[in-house]
């Protein structure tokens, strides 16, 4: 059994004081990587609040750019990512979150948000299995 991580709110708090927000904007990059098999998931910023949310709750949370607030993931599909470890980089200004996904974490029904390869003749080309269908998955909203 994978036991997920979980911080007390105190020490996150003092955590995230160690990490540099300050390139970005108040955000970071955030590497998502599966524990069983260093698959890299996907990529997504966070901010001081959800790296705190992450930390405390064990589930990854991020911050969307686009509608300017924190969500965590798996909260509309339900395919969450359980956290079991973290990292930070030498420059103290990236996380990677190694985690236990559930299901799949692209958007587009993919394990993997990395799910497309380059070819020698400069061609993209699918790699992974669908493993859902997005529109089974999520409501559809007005833009």
């Known amino acids: 059994m994978v036991l997920n991580m979980i911080i007390d709110e105190a020490v996150a708090n003092k955590i995230v004081e160690e990490i540099n927000f300050n390139k970005m904007n108040g955000l970071i990059p955030v590497v998502v990587q599966d524990i069983a098999d260093n698959q890299v998931l996907m990529v997504a910023f966070a901010d001081k609040n959800a790296v705190i949310k992450s930390l405390t709750t064990g589930f990854t949370h991020f911050y969307s750019r686009s509608r300017r ?75």
């Open 69 to 143: 607030k924190i969500w965590r993931k798996g909260e509309t599909s339900g395919h969450t990512q359980k956290i079991i470890e973290v990292y930070l980089d030498c420059d103290n200004d990236t996380i990677l979150f190694k985690v236990d996904q559930n299901i799949a974490a692209c958007h587009t029904g993919y394990r993997s948000c990395f799910y497309k390869k380059l070819s020698e003749k400069g061609e993209w080309s699918v790699t992974g299995a669908k493993l859902f269908e997005p529109s089974q998955v999520y409501e559809k909203t007005e833009e």
